[in-house]
């Protein structure tokens, strides 16, 4: 059974520094996609990088230059690296994967930047 863990979420001013960990456990798929999604009060959740099965990285337009995804394929471990933080990034940050589609997904991490 695949499952993922987040850490590394908390409370931040604006303008300041995170970084998420996500462990993933029991995948067997060799082909997988990763991403980062987050869910702030009353929203959608909505994509906000990730790294697809082919290696190549995309990230929303809301976090662009700002934010900066990565895997460590031999943790088994995905990273997500977020800069400059603003209050609208305030979110309970996810990660996912699957072997195309997000299929798994874990528990979340409550990220909160002040202003």
């Known amino acids: 059974q695949v499952q993922l863990a987040e850490s590394g979420g908390g409370l931040v001013q604006a303008g300041g520094s995170l970084r998420l960990s996500c462990a993933v456990s029991g995948r067997t798929f060799s082909r997988y996609a990763m991403g980062w999604f987050r869910q702030a009060p009353g929203k959608e959740r909505e994509f906000v990088a990730g790294?697809?099965?082919?290696?190549?990285?995309s990230y929303a337009d809301s976090v662009k230059g700002r934010f900066t995804v990565s895997e460590d394929s031999a943790k088994n471990s995905l990273y997500l690296q977020m800069n400059s933080l603003k209050p609208g990034d305030t979110a309970v940050y996810y990660c996912?994967?699957?072997?195309?589609?997000?299929?798994?997904w874990g528990q979340g991490t409550q990220v909160t930047v002040s202003s």
């Open positions: 790294i697809g099965w082919f290696g190549g990285t």
């Open positions: 996912a994967t699957g072997p195309v589609t997000y299929d798994y």
